[in-house]
């Protein structure tokens, strides 16, 4: 049986990866990705065969990942936070169900701290009621599909985690994301920003809806906006469960 | 300085803890948790102090890890999946901002795999593109709030990842959920439900939405249900990112 698998590494330190994670990589001959995420890795595959590629080679990556473990190589393709939100579970589950037969394969999805519940946990505990995840990129969904999920997240008074939420060519859609839930959440609404979560450049910003446009924000951030009971209490963002306390 | 973890140990087996969880239990003297967390964990706490309770004594057990922190023991306090979606973060940052001052204590969350993500990975990848999660227990928010987030999440076409779907005394907010969300999903939605994701009395049922109150499910299952575009393809549930292939 071709062996492959999708492996999670968490925000990018050893330290926030599962032991899944560590021994799915061990048990490769193959590790395949993104360069930046096999650069986090690179004390774990040591003398393995690597093949790495640029940003929006993700499907190039995933048929060339699908025919090495087709050949009877074990493959690990890796994804920063959870292989499936936003990464290549998906991928690498969409091209087997094409173009091969999927019990030829035995896929094993290896699950991740995602960006979101690490930016959480240095933050404090914004997540602690529902929440939304949107990604801000219109590079694969038209931009009105994500800013009616923007609308229905403000009226759901959801709490927001909002993946790449602005790169070089897209810098409006974090203003206007702003300008959508403000609608609907209070400017005193606490936000917390974290850029390169548990790697060496971390960076945090705690704020509020009504500054979010003054500040920082770029593609290796993560931005959570609380819901109507979050508050920041020092250098933590908490929103109450609901318990008496 | 006051030490307290506050660790996500994820679905309950070793493999998919992170390396900082189990560093954590380790450096501490005292782990308190929830009976049925401090059980999966007990190989890596042989010979220390533990404090465990029932369900619903989340607040009696978070004053207790602070009070015992605030006598000089490192302590970790334990939740499943990740510690700050309906964990103990929140609670513990609540009652420290509360009862005590900030700055006496060093408080490290410490993320973890959720039971959407673990769910999502066994389920293959539902979970490609934006979603929801919601809890559907009204211990702690009113049921017209849940009903509201229900709504806004079958509007905006998101996944949906649903925590504490039924418990015995709620055995009907899940069929008000299907019934709800069938406004704005096709029946033929599918729909993963993960009972016990990484533990040894895992099971998976594959349906949809429209079969949905026809499955079993109970407080320990997390529910999964597609967007617009996810499909079946065998043992696999996908979402497409929406990646040309």
């Known amino acids: 049986m071709n062996k492959l698998y999708v492996v999670g590494i968490g925000p990018g330190n050893r330290e926030n990866m599962t ?97 979101g519940n690490s930016s959480a946990a240095i933050l404090g505990a914004p997540l602690m009621h529902d929440y939304v995840t949107i990604s801000l990129s219109d590079w694969l969904t038209k931009w009105e599909t994500i800013e009616n999920r923007i609308h229905c997240a403000g009226k759901g008074d959801f709490i927001v985690v909002l993946y790449n939420p602005k790169s070089k060519s897209r810098t409006e ?43 920082d924000v770029d593609m290796f951030s993560t931005v959570i906006i609380g819901n109507s009971k979050t508050y920041i209490n020092g250098k933590y963002i908490i929103t109450p469960r609901g318990y008496s306390i």
């Open 173 to 215: 859609y974090i203003n206007k994301t702003q300008e959508i839930l403000l609608q609907y959440k209070s400017p005193d609404t606490p936000v917390g920003i974290v850029r390169s979560a548990f790697r060496e450049d971390q960076s945090v910003q705690i704020s509020t809806l009504g500054e979010l446009s003054n500040c």
């Open 19 to 115: 032991f899944s994670a560590v021994n799915a990589l061990k048990d490769s001959d193959i590790i395949i990705g993104y360069n930046t995420y096999i650069d986090l890795i690179k004390d774990l595959i040591g003398g393995k065969q690597v093949v790495s590629n640029g940003m929006r080679k993700e499907v190039d990556r995933c048929k060339e990942a699908i025919e090495l473990a087709s050949k009877g190589n074990t493959v690990s393709v890796v994804s920063s936070g959870d292989a499936g939100v936003y990464g290549m579970a998906g991928l690498i589950l969409e091209i087997i169900s094409k173009e091969y037969s999927m019990s030829d394969f035995d896929v094993q999805i290896i699950p991740g701290v995602t960006a």
